[in-house]
């Protein structure tokens, strides 16, 4: 700008977009009325420096709350530079409300990844307190910008999705089927190159990905959703974030089946990759049942059984010795249920060749006593006797008061919640070796939050080793975590610190959200149980401090009275 033009610029609704009042029904600019640079100049100390390639020199303006200082001549290349400090110098009342360094600096890295997302031919760099953020040089290729911010790995698990129907266009990437997140921090939605924050688009992103990603997580997306911006609404937020649509039923129905296409799309291509290319694949000579390898015949464990002693009404002595049968429930996974005393026990992995049996022990057998086995016998208060399993994990008990539903499956999540809570709180999560480390790759915005938090994440059990510039290699993880999940759980934790602002010194409230996020990956339980099995999982519900709800707030048992029943039956009428 010139001379004349900065000191312009300066001035409120100088540079606005709007023209006529017809302007207002077709802004397609990221701001349009002119306000911004005023309004950033009135409460900060703020310096303006610019130049034409037509001027011998450049000119510097400076602004001290909303005041001009100086303007002066300064030597500088063509183009313009504007620098902010001690903002709010002037409102001190509302510079109280503004959060931490870290927590400011992360909402302008937020949206500086976004306007670099929404430009791929403009160059972008990022720094904050001299260090390289991240850098983006020019873009032909969207997907290219998103593995410069987030990373290459990312952009490697994306589909393409593009179309265009009836006046509105939707084009950008997302995750292929299975790939998800804990949180929304990567469902990025634009409308008309503007970054938002539209619960349409969202939802309708949500609702189409309902059976390709687990319940509870959320999709990778950056779209771009072009449209008549006389149908849009870029005026209902002040930072304008968010947007209203004209026919919002429209917008939604036509961004669910863009979706769906594109990923039926994919899913049919995926399969037509796979599939013998032969027509007749009976045909070939490596179908010939000639050619088939006989059949390996595996020899059948034997299973010892199990003995009803639990179940006993016979009055046990003091002086009795018990020695607890182990409840065995069949499983095709090979994990094995830790006992109380150590709760995040892992089998060896000499013992993960063969199906194994999942077991309940209550107490060790040097520590239980005749108070605990008489809780058990049908003399005593838990006079319960098993009915059978009905589905949905739900198991039947007549009690002395009715009828008892038991869904072990919550019951087993509240237990497993409960042992993680009191491990991770304690500070001794024990961690297992991995034999060959995993490596594992986070964007530039993320590196700095495992460095701050490497401390914290050898305290619950991981083991990560800087091994590159945002790369990491994780040598050890958690006891009670698989291998082959702790990518993606790490990957969710990062995300649930970044999203929540959850900091590892506030050890309350975060372990509490991380023993939720680990129930979900610890949890090992046959559909069928037996009923010694449940018994024992009833006894270890009954020692949890909440034993009434799962993790997620559903009971984990239900009891219907004998006089809910009458009522039921009409009993007396």
């Known amino acids: 700008m010139t001379r004349d033009d900065a000191l312009l610029s300066l001035e409120r609704h100088a540079t606005s977009k709007i023209k006529d009042i017809n302007d207002v029904m077709a802004i397609m600019s990221f701001g349009f009325r002119g306000e911004a640079l005023p309004s950033i100049a009135s409460v900060s100390r703020f310096t303006l420096r610019t130049k034409t390639k037509n001027d011998a020199c450049g000119s510097e303006t400076f602004v001290n709350a909303g005041k001009i200082v100086h303007q002066r001549e300064y030597g500088m290349p063509t183009g313009t530079r ?45 720094k904050e307190n001299d260090r390289v953020l991240f850098k983006s040089p020019r873009h032909s290729n969207m997907k290219d910008r998103i593995a410069d911010i987030w990373n290459k790995k990312l952009s490697q698990e ?140 595996r020899p059948t464990p034997a299973i010892r059984p199990v003995k009803q002693t639990l179940a006993s009404s016979e009055p046990i002595s003091k002086n009795t010795t018990i020695t607890p049968e182990a409840p065995v429930i069949h499983s095709s996974r090979a994990t094995v249920t830790p006992s109380p005393q150590k709760p995040l026990e892992r089998q060896k992995d000499t013992e993960r060749a063969t199906p194994v049996s999942i077991a309940y022990s209550p107490k060790p057998d040097n520590s239980l006593d005749t108070a605990f086995i008489q809780e058990l016998t049908p003399s005593k208060k838990r006079d319960w006797r098993y009915m059978g399993t009905l589905k949905d994990n739900r198991a039947l008990f007549e009690t002395p008061s009715g009828l008892l539903i038991l869904n072990y499956k919550s019951a087993h999540e509240r237990i497993w919640f409960e042992r993680l809570q009191s491990t ?120 949890c401090e909440n034993p009434l709800a799962c993790p997620k707030g559903k009971p984990t048992f239900i009891e219907l009275s004998h006089g809910d029943l009458d009522k039921r039956f009409q009993k007396g009428m």
């Open 82 to 126: 504007i620098e902010v400090s001690h903002l709010f110098n002037s409102v001190p009342a509302r510079r109280k409300f503004m959060k931490t360094d870290n927590t400011e600096a992360a909402h302008i890295i937020h949206l500086v990844r976004l306007y670099a997302l929404a430009h791929p031919k403009i160059a972008f760099t990022l």
């Open 158 to 297: 994306l589909i393409p999705v593009d179309v265009d129907e009836s006046g509105l266009r939707l084009h950008g990437y997302v995750g292929k089927p299975g790939i998800c997140r804990a949180t929304r921090g990567e469902l990025i939605t634009l409308v008309n190159n503007r970054p938002v924050d539209s619960r349409t688009l969202s939802y309708a992103i949500i609702e189409s990905f309902h059976t390709y990603i687990p319940k509870g997580k959320y999709p990778v997306a950056f779209l771009f959703l072009e449209i008549n911006p006389k149908s849009v609404d870029v005026n209902v937020h002040p930072a304008k974030r968010e947007i209203r649509f004209r026919e919002e039923a429209l917008v939604r129905q036509f961004a669910i089946q863009s979706l769906l296409k594109s990923l039926k799309e994919h899913t049919t291509n995926s399969l037509q990759a796979v599939r013998f290319p032969l027509e007749n694949p009976e045909s070939s000579p490596v179908f010939q049942k000639n050619s088939l390898p006989e059949p390996i015949t």
């Open 424 to 543: 991770l709180s304690s500070q001794k999560t024990a961690s297992q070796q991995l034999l060959i480390p995993q490596p594992i790759h986070f964007d530039a915005l993320t590196g700095p939050i495992i460095e701050e938090s490497l401390a914290f994440f050898n305290e619950i059990g991981f083991k990560l080793e800087l091994f590159g510039r945002n790369f990491y290699r994780i040598e050890a993880i958690p006891d009670w975590l698989e291998p082959n999940a702790a990518e993606v759980f790490l990957r969710d934790l990062v995300a649930l610190i970044k999203e929540k602002g959850l900091v590892p010194s506030k050890k309350g409230a975060f372990y509490e959200e991380l023993s939720r996020m680990a129930t979900a990956k610890a949890i090992r339980f046959d559909n069928k149980p037996s009923e010694q099995a449940l018994i024992s999982l009833i006894d270890e519900l009954m020692r």
